[in-house]
């Protein structure tokens, strides 16, 4: 997953809105979102190849969601794998805060950045910082640095986000819009994160079209005040076409 754009309490009907893109190499297999029939109050797409998942909630209001933390010097391709830390959380009973402090041995895993609790309360967590915080209300975003890093889709999204969300538009063909744009930023204000300049570019915008890695699906979540969640998932091609989607209300 590479770039979560969040709202806590700016609307008065919806407490909490996700909008989320997972970036990935498209050869790596997974399921596309459902409740799991291990864990039937668990709603969460699953990674085939880690066995965990990127983005899931629970029925008993339980939000989780992960992002890679980019840097040379954080990545290990024998660390175990980060999709568990989510999937722990979805399905433990440890409080949010509680979870973040007994992951074990966090150094051991490739950079990560970490999103647990509910709708309500959520708490940030990534293994470069090692130091798990709340968040508060307000326009979030997190890409592959640390939580709110001022990178520009995740700058250009919050603000998109808040104009959906203050304007009242939060139909789909809104939200999911926003996280279909292939528009690449200036070069100038791109992150040096040690990749070269040309994955910079490629890695650049909200939706990464490209034939090896990119955009394999978009999921928007939505959290009426009333407890109503509404759960729409969309999966793309190498071509960046559509070519599923799966809706979930409860």
Same mark, same amino acid.
């Given at each position: ?79 175990? @794998?980060?999709?568990?830390?989510? +999937? ?29 609790? @509910? ?52 139909? +789909? ?69 559509? @070519? ?7």
């Amino acid at each position: 997953m590479c770039l979560c754009l969040f709202a806590i309490d700016q609307h008065d009907e919806f407490p909490f809105v996700l909008l989320a893109n997972r970036d990935e190499f498209r050869r790596r297999p997974a399921e596309k979102a459902r409740f799991w029939e291990e864990h039937p109050n668990v709603l969460a797409g699953k990674d085939l190849q880690g066995n965990g998942t990127w983005l899931g909630i629970s029925k008993g209001g339980r939000i989780a969601f992960l992002t890679n933390y980019r840097h040379p010097r954080y990545f290990n391709r024998q660390g175990p @794998t980060r999709g568990t830390l989510v +999937s722990e959380f979805l399905t433990s009973e440890q409080d949010a805060l509680g979870y973040l402090n007994s992951i074990e041995k966090p150094e051991e895993f490739n950079g990560f950045n970490l999103v647990v609790g @509910t709708y309500d309360q959520l708490f940030y967590y990534s293994n470069v910082e090692n130091e798990p915080r709340p968040i508060t209300v307000g326009y979030h975003g997190l890409s592959n640095a640390f939580l709110n890093t001022s990178w520009p889709k995740v700058d250009e999204g919050k603000k998109q986000l808040q104009e959906a969300i203050e304007s009242d538009q939060l139909d +789909s063909s809104v939200l999911f819009g926003i996280l279909k744009d292939e528009h690449r930023p200036d070069p100038n204000r791109l992150p040096d994160t040690g990749v070269g300049q040309e994955l910079e570019k490629l890695l650049s915008p909200k939706f990464i079209n490209s034939k090896e890695y990119g955009t394999v699906c978009s999921t928007v979540v939505k959290v009426h005040r009333n407890g109503t969640v509404y759960f729409e998932e969309r999966s793309f091609d190498s071509d960046g076409n559509e @070519t599923d989607s799966v809706k979930f209300q409860f």
